[in-house]
């Protein structure tokens, strides 16, 4: 099956801890994005790479840090310094630039105890 | 200032009925118009895909249209069904920027009782 996959669906952390999120596609898609989600609020972008080897702070970066080492994979790492990171994390991944459609994976729910 | 905004935020209607949601925007120069279905605790999945020249596109019970000279998108489903009880995501694509001008409203949710 082609397609994104996000691991694990749900991760708990404790404070003061990094955790890594999982990102793989299968889609052979060039550019991949990671997303926060927040109760009534709009999709927010952390991190995003147009092509391997290279990757963009989004509009809320701090706290994050993102490595495109394979095509395939672009893992999110949350870190210590994210103040507020409980929240569902998104993953997609695209063909080309920003006006290509983008693929979802199934979502990371985190949550900081 | 680029911004999406749906209307209503939520929507309550039994099954079999039809329901139409509003996307108003206002990010230029347009590029492309996406709505997305998100169940809750899943991500979301695309629908439709609309660019400048296109005023209708349907999928299924769902059809989306837009007008560009308004800058108005609706989505208007078609015999609910209990299925339909999700999030909907409209989203706008612009050109330009180094972010390539993607704007996300909050969607609204719909709930689709017996």
């Known amino acids: 099956d082609g397609g994104i996959t996000q691991s694990p669906k749900y991760l708990f952390r404790k404070e003061g801890q990094n955790v890594t999120l999982s990102c793989e596609q299968n889609l052979n898609h060039d550019a991949m994005y990671w997303y926060r989600q927040d109760p009534g609020q709009g999709l927010r972008l952390i991190y995003y790479?147009?092509?391997?080897?290279?990757?963009q702070k989004g509009d809320i970066a701090e706290g994050y840090s993102v490595s495109r080492e394979k095509k395939e994979s672009f893992p999110l790492t949350v870190t210590s310094a994210q103040k507020n990171p409980t929240a569902f994390y998104l993953c997609?991944?695209?063909?080309?630039?920003?006006?290509?459609?983008?693929?979802f994976g199934p979502g990371t729910r985190l949550t900081v105890l | 200032k680029n911004q999406v905004e749906q209307s209503p935020q939520s929507l309550i209607i039994l099954e079999g009925k039809n329901c139409t949601l509003q996307c108003n925007y206002t990010v230029s120069p347009f590029s492309n118009l996406r709505w997305y279905k998100q169940d809750t605790g899943r991500g979301p999945v695309s629908l439709t895909i609309m660019t400048f020249s296109e005023n209708t596109k349907s999928n299924g019970r769902y059809t989306a249209t837009l007008d560009a000279d308004t800058k108005q998108s609706s989505l208007h489903i078609t015999a609910s069904q209990l299925s339909d009880s999700a999030s909907y995501i409209c989203v706008v694509s612009g050109y330009g920027g180094s972010q390539g001008n993607l704007i996300f409203g909050k969607g609204t949710k719909l709930s689709v009782k017996p």
């Open positions: 790479s147009q092509i391997v080897n290279d990757f």
């Open positions: 997609a991944s695209s063909p080309g630039p920003w006006v290509n459609e983008q693929f």
